[in-house]
């Protein structure tokens, strides 16, 4: 059997489930005299937005409910817990992108690695969704809450390789590619090289069609 030179494949959330954003944003308009539009402003408007700021672990749960809270004006009918169910359910399981990735190839898919950007309240209710349980071990998760940086930092993508058991001065040339945030499937590393995919809000065939042309697929 010839080893395939892929060393890691780095798979972001945004491309296993859906995340409807603006519907919580309208949902938490019910709570209050302000707008979706400007309750979302609010949350994500600034480069180190409280959004930012949550899902770089510098806030825990209880500190992102008050603060969102008091800057978007929601009265105190919401509890912390409403608030959270409100905030995690945006996100839906999709079944296709599970079945999708039990096509890959048994050697490649100890090197799937999810590096993705999330809050710890989304991440505790989607953790249960079919895709994760599938195929990724707790050791393949690298939460961008725990590592205190958000992508496209370098300090996540080398937890990730890392994870990959990639080593320091394979690290360093697969991260080559640099400063792209909106890629879902990322980092493909080859050798001593990195190849971009951009597969946002791709449908299983087109993802399909992906892992297909690289070969990774049974």
């Not at 519907?23 to 180190?48: G, P, T």
């Not at 978007?72 to 839906?92: K, P, Q, V």
């Not at 994870?163 to 980092?187: H, P, T, V």
Request: proline letters at 3%; one cysteine or more; aromatic letters at 12%.
């Amino acid at each position: 059997m010839v080893k395939s030179p892929i060393k890691a494949l780095l798979i972001d959330i945004e491309s296993l489930v859906r995340h409807e954003r603006f519907k919580a944003m309208e949902r938490l308009a019910e709570f209050s005299n302000n707008s979706a539009a400007h309750i979302a402003e609010v949350i994500y408007r600034e480069k180190n937005s409280l959004a930012d700021r949550f899902e770089k672990g510098e806030l825990s749960p209880q500190d992102f409910y008050f603060r969102v809270r008091d800057a978007a004006g929601l009265n105190r009918d919401i509890t912390f817990e409403m608030f959270c169910h409100i905030w995690s359910t945006a996100y839906t399981d999709y079944l296709p992108i599970a079945a999708l990735l039990s096509q890959v190839k048994d050697d490649i898919r100890q090197k799937m690695i999810l590096c993705t950007n999330i809050d710890p309240i989304s991440w505790n209710f989607i953790k249960e969704f079919s895709v994760f349980k599938m195929h990724f071990p707790e050791e393949n998760i690298v939460r961008s809450y725990e590592v205190g940086s958000l992508k496209p930092n370098r300090r996540i993508y080398i937890e990730a390789l890392r994870r990959a058991g990639l080593g320091e001065k394979e690290m360093f040339k697969s991260l080559s590619i640099e400063g792209n945030a909106s890629f879902q499937i990322s980092y493909i590393a080859k050798g001593g090289r990195s190849e971009l995919f951009n597969c946002a809000w791709a449908l299983p065939h087109e993802l399909g069609n992906v892992l297909y042309r690289l070969g990774l697929l049974k």
